[in-house]
């Protein structure tokens, strides 16, 4: 990639994320929120979130842990032919960080993949919660006594 690319790519980044990023900003001229001029509404895509799930359950952890295991494989019997040399100290130093970046990867993995899950239920809870705050809302249709 030429560098005037690279730095056009940059610039073109930059100007999205300024485009996007409108906080406390006033209402847009159909009225609702400021940001991008888009639905005010919070919204949620479930079937992409499913999809997101079975592709980290079915396909990216599973190979993750495969690809992970092929490195161990290598990297040991590498480890041992080169031993007493500082080569083989070298390559077990990096081997043994490999293993920690791997099981790294593999927890963030597993935590993507537990949030995703649980969003769904978390904003069913949210609406819900939502819902029985407006129910409560006194409209003012009926006198109010002190007593």
């Not at 990297?75 to 791997?102: I, N, P």
């Amino acid at each position: 990639m030429a560098w005037d690319e690279w730095e056009q790519l940059k610039a073109d980044a930059l100007a999205r994320r300024q485009e996007g990023m409108r906080l406390d900003s006033a209402a847009a001229a159909g009225g609702g929120g400021g940001g991008t001029g888009d639905s005010a509404d919070l919204k949620t895509n479930k079937s992409g979130k499913k999809a997101a799930v079975k592709s980290l359950r079915d396909e990216i952890r599973p190979d993750t842990d495969t690809a992970g295991s092929h490195a161990d494989e290598s990297s040991s019997a590498t480890v041992r032919e080169f031993s007493g040399w500082a080569t083989g100290s070298g390559l077990k130093a990096a081997h043994e960080e490999w293993d920690l970046q791997v099981k790294s990867l593999k927890g963030r993995l597993g935590e993507d993949q537990t949030a995703l899950e649980k969003t769904h239920q978390d904003f069913q809870y949210l609406d819900l919660g939502i819902g029985g705050q407006i129910v409560q809302i006194d409209t003012g249709h009926e006198t109010r006594r002190e007593g």
